[in-house]
């Protein structure tokens, strides 16, 4: 039962450069959400999720896309990578039965050069 | 907007001391509550979390809310230099459509001293 798995855990992309931060877990968890961590600064909520196929925006969601086709996986789109979107990225997952429990990946460290 | 407000700190204390520690919100009608420790260079981990309802203590931490004033307090008891970290606070809003969104502060670093 590995949890909350995120890939890569760090990474260097130059501006204006793609990528797909990944994330994947195996609780059977309908709710995901990634968070964007700044130094000194708390979690902001990107996108979320609440199952397969329904996802909508949170607090900071310009600059990246998610999409839910599986239960599992939840990764998160960047296009035109920009100095501003350099941070700590979190995948969380929780299940409305959790008891308002949630779960941490690892984080992915991202640096936009 | 609905905010989350802590000291960023640094908050110093001394070994075996009890370290105190607040957060305001703004939604009067936020019911769930959660504090999070974050150690450098890792995800946070969930400490405590209350309801609306009650303070809740479990073992050296003890989770407070003040309604009236809307703010939130944990308490480290008998501190120890492990406990040094970030603390995090976190709202989660009222309503059946939260879906389990939180809102968090800033963060607190804590630092406890030999």
């Known amino acids: 039962n590995a949890g909350v798995t995120q890939t890569p855990k760090f990474r260097i992309l130059k501006i204006g450069q793609s990528m797909t931060l990944q994330c994947t877990q195996d609780?059977?968890?309908?709710?995901m959400y990634w968070y964007r961590q700044d130094p000194g600064m708390g979690l902001k909520l990107i996108y979320y999720s609440v199952g397969a196929g329904i996802t909508d925006k949170g607090e900071v969601p310009n600059g990246y896309n998610v999409s839910r086709s599986t239960t599992e996986d939840f990764p998160l789109r960047l296009e035109l990578a920009a100095p501003s979107q350099t941070s700590v990225y979190f995948c969380?997952?929780?299940?409305?039965?959790?008891?308002?429990?949630?779960?941490f990946g690892p984080g992915t460290r991202l640096t936009v050069l | 907007q609905k905010e989350v407000e802590q000291n960023s700190g640094p908050l110093s204390v001394p070994e075996g001391a009890i370290a105190s520690l607040n957060c305001t919100y703004s939604d009067r009608g936020s019911q769930s509550f959660f504090w999070y420790r974050q150690y450098s260079g890792k995800s946070p981990e969930l400490i405590m979390f209350?309801?609306?309802?009650g303070d809740k203590e479990d073992g050296r931490f003890t989770a407070q809310l003040n309604k009236a004033s809307q703010y939130v307090s944990l308490l480290i008891r008998d501190s120890q230099p492990s406990d040094s970290a970030t603390y995090l606070c976190?709202?989660?809003?009222?309503?059946?459509?939260?879906?389990?969104?939180?809102?968090f502060g800033q963060g607190t670093i804590l630092t406890v001293h030999p």
């Open positions: 609780m059977n968890h309908n709710y």
């Open positions: 976190a709202v989660k809003p009222a309503g059946g459509t939260s879906y389990g969104k939180l809102t």
């Open positions: 969380v997952t929780g299940s409305p039965r959790g008891r308002d429990t949630q779960y």
């Open positions: 209350i309801y609306s309802n």
